[in-house]
């Protein structure tokens, strides 16, 4: 079982920047995969950063060049840098981790995420 609590999220304008953070806990060492997904009003959830275990990282072309994911492996946490944000990245952003082998999925709560003015 793995636990996941984001933090981070809250009410920003236009153009200005947060960073969210997902604290996994429990049995981290079988995590291979660590996503940011979100959800707005009214749409489907879709994926903004993933951090594979070897530190690879991927984003959708939506995000990229404005969001940044890292980690901290020491603290098992993972971190979403999001800068020049716009009124369409309001959403709950939630965190996700993928196991090794047997691809057991794991969800935090979400935090959300607000842009405006």
């Known amino acids: 079982q793995v636990q996941l609590v984001e933090s981070g999220g809250g009410l920003v304008q236009p153009g200005g920047s947060l960073r969210l953070s997902c604290a996994a806990s429990?049995?981290?060492?079988?995590?291979?995969?660590i996503r940011w997904y979100r959800q707005g009003p009214g749409k489907e959830r879709e994926l903004v950063a993933a951090?594979?275990?070897?530190?690879?990282?991927s984003y959708p072309h939506s995000v990229k060049g404005r969001f940044t994911i890292s980690r901290n492996t020491a603290k098992n946490t993972v971190f979403l840098q999001m800068n020049n944000l716009k009124p369409e990245d309001t959403a709950v952003y939630y965190c996700?981790?993928?196991?090794?082998?047997?691809?057991?999925?794991?969800w935090g709560q979400g935090t959300q995420v607000t842009i405006s003015s």
């Open positions: 951090i594979s275990n070897g530190g690879s990282t």
């Open positions: 429990g049995s981290v060492d079988s995590i291979d995969y």
């Open positions: 996700n981790a993928e196991t090794r082998i047997l691809r057991n999925q794991y």
